[in-house]
Nanobody
Framework: QVLLVESGGGLVQPGGSLRLSCAASGLTLNNYAISWFRQAPGKEREGVSCINYTGTGSTYYADSVKGRFTISRDNAKDMVYLQMNSLKPEDTAVYYC??????????????????WGKGTLVTVSS
């Protein structure tokens, strides 16, 4: 059984930072492209960022987070992170990690993934 688990969400003031983590059981994250999505109340799910498998590590970002968010891997721990800086109220959402079990991100923003975590809530508010 494959499980993806996100952690690191919480309440943060505008301009603050959070780091989200994605861990897995039953699947080796290093072998696949891993994506982060988010969904705010009343809005459609949005593809935020993606990182190719460990072999290349190329990264991709939605325009809405480019320059503020950084996706990365810890290969030794088989973890994927999303560092979120300069957070804005509009970043408030449930954040999910997901994988389509492909090595490259491709058109990850379609959301066609095989496995999803249950999400972690990020609230940006003063």
């Amino acid at each position: 059984q494959v499980l993806l688990v996100e952690s690191g969400g919480g309440l943060v003031q505008p301009g603050g930072s959070l780091r989200l983590s994605c861990a897995a059981s039953g699947l080796t994250l290093n072998n696949y492209a891993i994506s982060w999505f988010r969904q705010a109340p009343g809005k459609e799910r949005e593809g935020v960022s993606c990182i190719n498998y460990t072999g290349t590590g190329s990264t991709y970002y939605a325009d809405s987070v480019k320059g503020r968010f950084t996706i990365s891997r810890d290969n030794a721990k088989d973890m994927v992170y999303l560092q979120m800086n300069s957070l804005k109220p509009e970043d408030t959402a449930v954040y999910y990690c997901a994988t389509a079990r492909r090595v490259f991100c491709g058109n990850y923003r379609t959301g066609a993934m095989d496995y999803w975590g249950k999400g972690t809530l990020v609230t940006v508010s003063s």
